[in-house]
């Protein structure tokens, strides 16, 4: 970590500059930098500068970027704290309403003329995407969801609104009717919700 946050701070290096910094052998830096840029994370380029053989210069990869801390929640929680305090709990609603209808539009296309167990199992892995443990319940009348893994937990246990992403997603997508079981917001240690088959799949 030592010589990608050198790196973060410098912008590009060398292997011997990161050494002679970090108080090591260039020969150690210079396998730390190869195991790191086959992990994707840093990408070199020669350059050079006089004579000689030209000198292999570091910089991070924009994958790099996902290996320090981010404070995205908390700045996601902050934003939406301003919306309620400006138009109060009506402006959320508003807001995540048009998120899932965004998202709607997004993946409408990949849905067309799929029947509805196909719409559900498209839409299912469209939400495991975001690593979020998508478990199913299946009866004659419908269909229990559950996720296990929220990743918006945090701003979740705020604002119940993010909750109802997902079930306004799968309704607007699938014309079902949804009713929420469980929320993080309450406190509960999942999110489920029932999806009532339609008359007509």
């Excluded at 409408?108 to 559900?120: M, S, V």
Aim: aromatic share 4%.
């Amino acid at each position: 970590m030592e010589v990608l946050e050198l790196l973060r701070r410098k912008g590009r290096s060398s292997a011997e500059t990161i050494a002679n910094d970090l108080g090591v052998t260039p020969n150690a830096v210079r396998q730390h930098l190869t195991n790191l840029e086959r992990e994707g994370l840093v990408v070199s380029q020669p350059e050079r500068s006089g004579r000689g053989r030209p000198s292999l210069i570091f910089a991070l990869t924009e994958r790099a970027d996902s290996v320090f801390p981010k404070r995205y929640g908390q700045l996601a929680t902050m934003v939406l704290q301003e919306v309620q305090e400006m138009g109060g709990p009506e402006a959320l609603d508003e807001v995540f309403a048009r998120v899932a209808a965004r998202h709607a539009d997004a993946i409408e296309k990949d849905l067309r003329g799929l029947a509805f167990e196909e719409k559900l199992h498209q839409m299912v892995a469209w939400i495991s995407r975001a690593e979020t443990l998508v478990e199913q319940s299946k009866n004659p009348e419908n269909i229990q969801m559950t996720i296990h893994n929220c990743p918006f937990r945090n701003t979740a246990l705020k604002f119940p609104q993010v909750c109802t992403i997902t079930p306004q997603l799968i309704s607007r997508l699938t014309g079902a009717a949804i009713s929420q079981s469980d929320s993080i917001h309450r406190r509960d240690p999942y999110c489920s919700f029932v999806v009532q088959r339609p008359t007509h799949s």
